[in-house]
């Protein structure tokens, strides 16, 4: 049974830092992963991902502000966020793919987390 639990989320003033780990348990290093986030009234949208063979991806929002990684011994995935910004707002989830799969969009993750909350504020 695959499980996935985020921490890390709190509230931080704009150009704040903060990071983001999600425990995993069911899963390996070779589930691809990524996160998303909410943001009230908004869908929901991919924000990073990681290929099982190790390939990483943004959003162009947060390109060379964010950064995802995975400790694979500790069965955990990272993201590192700086210079964040109101508009990074919003619940952020963790999500699993299948075994040897390459996923990018929603649909393709069959596991989430429960989410952490992100606020960004002016």
């Known amino acids: 049974q695959v499980q996935l639990g985020e921490s890390g989320g709190d509230s931080v003033q704009a150009g704040g830092s903060l990071r983001l780990s999600c425990r995993a348990s069911?899963?390996?290093?070779?589930?691809?992963m990524g996160w998303f986030r909410q943001a009230a009234g908004k869908e929901r949208e991919g924000v990073a991902t990681?290929?099982?063979?190790?390939?990483?991806g943004y959003v162009a929002s947060v390109e060379g502000r964010f950064t995802i990684s995975r400790d694979n011994a500790k069965n955990t995935l990272y993201l590192q966020m700086n210079n964040l910004k109101p508009e990074d707002t919003g619940m952020y989830y963790c999500?699993?793919?299948?075994?040897?799969?390459?996923?990018?969009?929603?649909?393709?993750?069959?596991?989430w987390g429960q989410g952490t909350q992100v606020t960004v504020s002016s």
């Open positions: 990681i290929q099982w063979r190790g390939a990483v």
């Open positions: 999500a699993a793919c299948r075994r040897w799969t390459v996923c990018y969009s929603d649909e393709s993750f069959e596991h």
């Open positions: 069911g899963i390996d290093s070779s589930n691809s």
